[in-house]
């Protein structure tokens, strides 16, 4: 039993540390007096609203007395001064709503800017993702936009609530169990002819409901954590299904895949609605025991008071003001009963946080086993790629590309040569080695990213429109062989939508013309465009960086696009227990010849 409570109490302490490690930083930050004085505005509100909770129990005993005396005079002076009690009870609500609601906003505002800041610098957003599907044990956090955007919302919200609450329900402890202690006066029952006295029975009364409803509630409300974590869970993935179903809309419809994606639909759905059963059963079970435990406690004090009332200890007045403060006894007691299912929701949010924070926290702390270095050309010394399970690819390459070349990347599918991309521009963690690369590089993948809003900022993403004049932006889409879009720089659209796959390839190729980078890097940049059109691009592309004194390096399979490559680099698959374990070699050659794909 010792060993199971010390387990609890390391738990929470746990939970208490996670909390403060994920709201100490705004109440430190750039915004920090203006947080503190709101925060202490919002408890001194709250003190003022329990001062205000032990007026109106006086007031409960004088207008009680002046009820069952029928002293009209006292009537209507209590009935004036209970004008003023509501009037400034009503004033404390609003303001303490209002000052809560804006520190919440403002909270989360900074949370959510700092945490944006943190993963989409260093390239965390994608690493996490590559991290997510190699990780085994599922530790690596699922839905970052959920996280950002509606656990941030709930952790904000919820921790005021519940820090606020559960200083409202000490500070209004401390102010009435002293006054319960002077009301309930000595209880006698008589045992076995033997007659006790019990000083201060009501508070002890309190003491033993609430801790008998605390713990029966956690027992009954304690799977609700993980529930509440898995349903979070699920409804992301849910929602992540249906905004790929719309991304992928056309996709879809073409290959008339509707009922397979109605299918995986119908799966999380299903994911969603079997958890939050589970979720209802257990809230029902824990409703039906708080909602006991709160009408016993209305009743509770004046069946104990009864015998003493009809006695004629007291008057009337004096057990209201009993009923009245051990409700506030018994209520600040059973705060926790009162609370645990936001509680469990709270504490599955915390804990989703704190995960992403971990892993966030561990990308930008973890040592890049790749060494780059700017030089004036491309080299690699023992260069080594890998796949996210840790499947080795490339071992030990040691390749070079110096201004003026022109290198083809060929080799089977899935060999690695979209990686081998990927280590070069230093966005794959899975590579390690020695790495110079020239400044002025732009890479092209094979589907490129095309954002919705005017067309001018699609076409200079990610630099802004300003940078470039109208007669550049016009020149690019000319020379891209996009003369239609021309026209159309200022239309706003959802143009991976609207543009075909060649279109949004000669988009791309726009972007570089308009930008004239040095060194290229270019995976597959016209798979979607007819021989004719490719020819003309090829020519363009190698005639920019050439220009600029640098070099092109691509990815292909046509056998067209050697024409335009004066190298070719062969990944080649390697027999098992070859040097380094990988699954290929790469073969360098001069002079490339027309191929077969």
């Avoid at 430190?28 to 004085?37: D, T």
């Avoid at 905004?243 to 008339?256: F, M, N, P, Q």
């Avoid at 429109?465 to 239309?491: E, G, M």
Wanted: charged residues 20%.
């Amino acid at each position: 039993m010792s060993s199971s409570v010390t387990a609890r109490a390391s738990t929470f302490i746990q939970v208490l540390r996670r909390v403060f490690s994920l709201a100490a930083p705004y109440f430190r930050s750039e915004e920090k007096w203006r947080a503190r004085a709101m925060l202490l505005a919002i408890v001194a509100l709250n003190l003022f609203y329990v001062y205000v909770a032990v007026l109106g129990n006086q007031w409960y005993g004088r207008f009680y007395d002046a009820l069952q005396n029928k002293d009209v005079t006292t009537f209507w002076r209590e009935v004036r001064v209970f004008g003023w009690i509501a009037f400034f009870n009503i004033a404390v609500q609003v303001l303490k709503f209002y000052i809560t609601q804006l520190l919440q906003l403002r909270w989360r505002t900074w949370m959510t800017r700092s945490y944006l800041s943190r993963w989409m610098a260093d390239r965390t957003f994608y690493h996490l993702e590559l991290a997510r599907y190699a990780n085994k044990d599922g530790h690596t956090p699922d839905n970052p936009d959920q996280r950002l955007q509606e656990d941030m919302q709930i952790f904000t919200s919820s921790t005021m609530t519940l820090s606020m609450g559960l200083l409202n329900a000490v500070v209004t402890l401390l102010s009435f169990i002293g006054l319960l202690w002077g009301l309930s006066g000595n209880f006698s029952f008589t045992f076995s002819g033997t007659t006790y006295q019990i000083v201060g029975a009501m508070v002890w009364l309190a003491l033993g409901y609430s801790i008998v409803g605390t713990v029966v509630t956690h027992f009954i409300g304690r799977p609700l954590i993980g529930l509440n974590f898995k349903q979070q869970r699920y409804e992301a993935d849910f929602r992540h299904h249906l905004v790929r179903v719309r991304e992928y809309s056309e996709a879809i419809a073409l290959d008339h895949g509707e009922k397979v994606e109605r299918g995986q639909l119908d799966l999380r759905f299903g994911d969603v609605l079997r958890n939050y059963l589970l979720l209802i059963k257990q809230q029902k079970n824990l409703v039906t025991f708080t909602s006991f435990f709160g009408q016993a406690a209305v009743i509770f004090p004046f069946l104990v008071a009864a015998q003493q009332y009809f006695g004629g200890a007291f008057q009337l007045g004096h057990l209201m003001q009993i009923g009245s403060a051990f409700g506030k006894v018994q209520e600040s007691l059973s705060w926790f009963v009162d609370n645990y299912d936001s509680v469990a929701v709270w504490r599955a949010t915390t804990d989703r946080l704190t995960s992403f924070e971990d892993s966030m926290t561990a990308h930008a702390s973890r040592d890049d086993a790749l060494q780059r270095a700017p030089s004036e050309m491309l080299q690699t010394d023992d260069l080594a790629v890998a796949l996210p399970n840790g499947t080795p690819l490339l071992a030990g390459a040691a390749l070079a590309v110096k201004p003026g070349d022109s290198v083809l990347l060929q080799g089977p599918s899935g060999s690695g040569k979209s990686t081998l991309f990927r280590s070069f521009a230093g966005i794959w963690p899975f590579s390690k080695g020695k790495l110079q690369v020239p400044d002025n590089v732009a890479f092209m993948p094979q589907r490129p990213y095309v954002p919705d809003g005017k067309l001018r900022d699609a076409l200079t993403y990610p630099n802004p429109a300003s940078n470039f004049s109208d007669d550049q932006l016009r020149q690019a889409l000319t020379d891209a062989l996009l003369p239609d879009l021309v026209s159309r720089l200022d239309d706003s659209d959802a143009w991976s939508q609207k543009l075909s796959g060649g279109e949004q390839q000669r988009l791309a190729i726009a972007r570089v013309l308009l930008k004239k980078p040095a060194w290229l890097f270019a995976d597959e940049i016209t798979s979607a465009l007819d021989a004719q059109a490719e020819s003309v691009l090829y020519k363009r592309l190698a005639a920019t960086v050439h220009a600029a004194g640098g070099a092109m390096v691509s990815i292909a399979h046509r056998a067209a696009v050697g024409d335009f490559h004066n190298q070719r680099w062969t990944l080649v698959p390697q027999e098992d227990g070859a040097a380094g374990g990988a699954r290929y070699r790469l073969n360098t050659s001069a002079g490339v010849q027309p191929a077969a794909a």
